[in-house]
């Protein structure tokens, strides 16, 4: 790691005596290192550290925040996994953000284990990107349950939020699936904790947006992995049907491994960055439809197999698909491989690249929709703002997940109600364009709030105190009394803007 390059002038936040600490070479204050992590995947918001760490182990991020905590004058410190967050979440101005995907530089590594009251388990480290945690357990014939769409987020970043996709629904969100971690609190602490032990910390860092502390390790559920994957999307001109169907699909035990679903129209065309799944023949006959009805609807689910179940998948499926109101002939299906299917976004993102359009600004407003009210989200949203203003352009998620699979001592916030919708609006826009797409988010909103559906948003962005209190409901205070016990100086992840 070279940390020489052009030195910004030194940041009087920080003080002179850092410069005497064991980690002082692995610091650097040079401008290419300040401007690589200034920045994120959302294009839209950017914070100068006054320097970038790059550890070489757990003891260097201790030693920092030690050494912050016991300054007269704290600064702030970020934990930066991938930098895929959307509002600089990861930024700590005029403070130091820790690269810590160099602790995987300096050869951190991913542990498979079993054990009789644990079953399989990998210990990785919180700076491993989850598609080499994949990579890794395959090895050994096991994977994780809980996944993301994407897999390259880093495992702190994720934990941090919650980490959800299509089969949270039957495993819970990638929070759930954590039996133990390593954690450096705010004071510098080096602290294990799991249900049992520390669990207080434990159920904080869990959806707890990096607030009381940095992820260094976390012990991750395994189970044996399937081969192959049945793939099916089903297209629907009728919401109700579509999230009736979906609704059902999610409510059968050992039914279907994944669930998900997403608009499609004009400006969210069935083939995207997400996923490339309709062959050329299937586009005129998608076109005519949406010409038809400007949004329909594409149920997508997955049940896996392996050599055992190869010749029984066919028919498990056909039992599933039972009843289900999707267009009649209008069910496509592929058959991939496991892991071709848990990596799918990375070939749109790889041709993305190529044509200069990843690195662009991503507006995204993702949202938890209470069941109860995703009929007049549908309608007020979904038809009156997004279609009618035609302004989105990326995919749009939307599909049910159960709260009983979620813990509520953890962090995380989810609405009220048993079932509630995952929304995702995927925006991507020109450099210079975003905010066209923002303000439409925030009319999104402002239409939940004046219509009563009691929203949540996921991987939130608030600007006030009080709309980080509205957020957390009922769990603000428990939030805010963890903060206290774990970074009273309120040094990590400023860049959530949850405590200033
Ligand atoms: P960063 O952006 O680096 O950090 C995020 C936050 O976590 C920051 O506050 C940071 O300080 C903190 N943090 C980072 N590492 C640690 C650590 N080790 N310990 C403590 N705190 C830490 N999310 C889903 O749930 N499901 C999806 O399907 C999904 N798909 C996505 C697809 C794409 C293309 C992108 C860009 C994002 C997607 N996300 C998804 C959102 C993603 O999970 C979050 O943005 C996540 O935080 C990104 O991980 P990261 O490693 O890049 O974190």
Redo the contacts with the bound molecule.
């Keep these: 790691m070279s940390i020489v390059g052009e030195v910004k002038t030194w940041n009087p936040s920080l003080p002179y005596e850092i410069l005497s600490l064991d980690f002082a070479a692995r610091l650097s204050f040079s401008s290419d290192s300040v401007a690589a992590v200034s920045g994120?995947?959302g294009g839209m918001v950017t914070g100068d550290p006054a320097a970038v760490l790059y550890p070489a182990s757990a003891g260097d991020v201790v030693e920092l925040i030690e050494f912050s905590y016991n300054s007269s004058c704290p600064f702030a410190v970020?934990?930066?996994?991938?930098?895929?967050?959307?509002r600089g979440?990861?930024t700590a101005m005029e403070g130091v953000v820790v690269d810590?995907r160099s602790l995987k530089r300096n050869g951190g590594g991913i542990r498979v284990s079993w054990s009789e009251a644990l079953g399989f388990y990998a210990d990785v480290g919180?700076?491993q990107l989850w598609v080499d945690v994949l990579r890794a357990s395959l090895e050994y014939g096991l994977a994780p349950v809980s996944w993301?769409?994407?897999l390259y987020?880093?495992?702190?970043?994720?934990?941090?939020?919650?980490?959800?996709?299509g089969q949270t629904f039957r495993y819970g969100?990638q929070i759930a699936n954590v039996l133990e971690m390593d954690v450096i609190t705010g004071k510098g602490e080096f602290i294990t904790c799991s249900k049992h032990i520390n669990s207080e910390l434990f159920f904080a860092?869990l959806g707890g947006?990096?607030q009381f502390?940095?992820?260094?390790r976390a012990r991750i559920v395994l189970q044996k992995a399937p081969t192959r994957v049945k793939w099916v999307r089903m297209l629907y001109d009728d919401f109700t049907k579509f999230t009736r169907d979906q609704e059902h699909l999610i409510s059968i035990d050992d039914g279907l491994d994944y669930v998900e679903g997403s608009l499609v129209m004009n400006q969210s065309p069935a083939n995207n960055w997400r996923s490339s799944f309709f062959s050329p023949s299937h586009q005129p006959q998608i076109a005519s439809l949406i010409s038809n009805h400007g949004i329909i609807y594409s149920l997508e689910v997955v049940k896996y197999y392996d050599d055992e179940t190869a010749t029984t998948i066919d028919e498990e499926l056909q039992e599933l698909f039972k009843g289900l109101s999707f267009i009649p002939g209008f069910v496509f299906e592929k058959d991939v491989s496991f892991f071709d299917f848990l990596n799918r976004?990375r070939s749109g993102?790889v041709k993305l690249r190529q044509k200069g359009m990843w690195d662009v600004p991503?507006p995204w407003l993702n949202l938890f929709v209470p069941k109860s009210r995703i009929l007049d989200f549908n309608v007020g949203v979904f038809v009156d703002i997004i279609l009618r203003q035609n302004k989105t352009s990326g995919p749009i998620l939307v599909y049910p997940t159960n709260k009983s699979r979620w813990d509520d001592r953890m962090s995380a916030v989810i609405p009220e109600e048993e079932t509630f919708y995952c929304v995702g609006l995927l925006h991507s826009s020109g450099v210079n364009e975003w905010g066209e797409l923002d303000s439409q988010n925030e009319e999104i909103l402002k239409y939940c709030d004046e219509a009563g559906i009691k929203i949540k948003q996921?991987?939130p962005h608030y600007k006030t105190e009080e709309d980080w209190e509205k957020h957390f409901g009922k769990k603000w205070k428990t939030f805010q009394q963890r903060k206290a016990l774990f970074d009273p100086k309120l040094i990590l992840?400023p860049?959530?803007r949850i405590f200033s």
């Design positions: 994120d995947f970020a934990a930066r996994g991938h930098g895929h967050s959307a979440q990861a810590m919180g700076y993301t769409d994407y987020l880093t495992v702190g970043g994720t934990l941090s939020n919650a980490g959800i996709s969100p860092v947006l990096g502390g940095v992820i260094t976004v993102e991503h996921y991987l992840s860049g959530q």
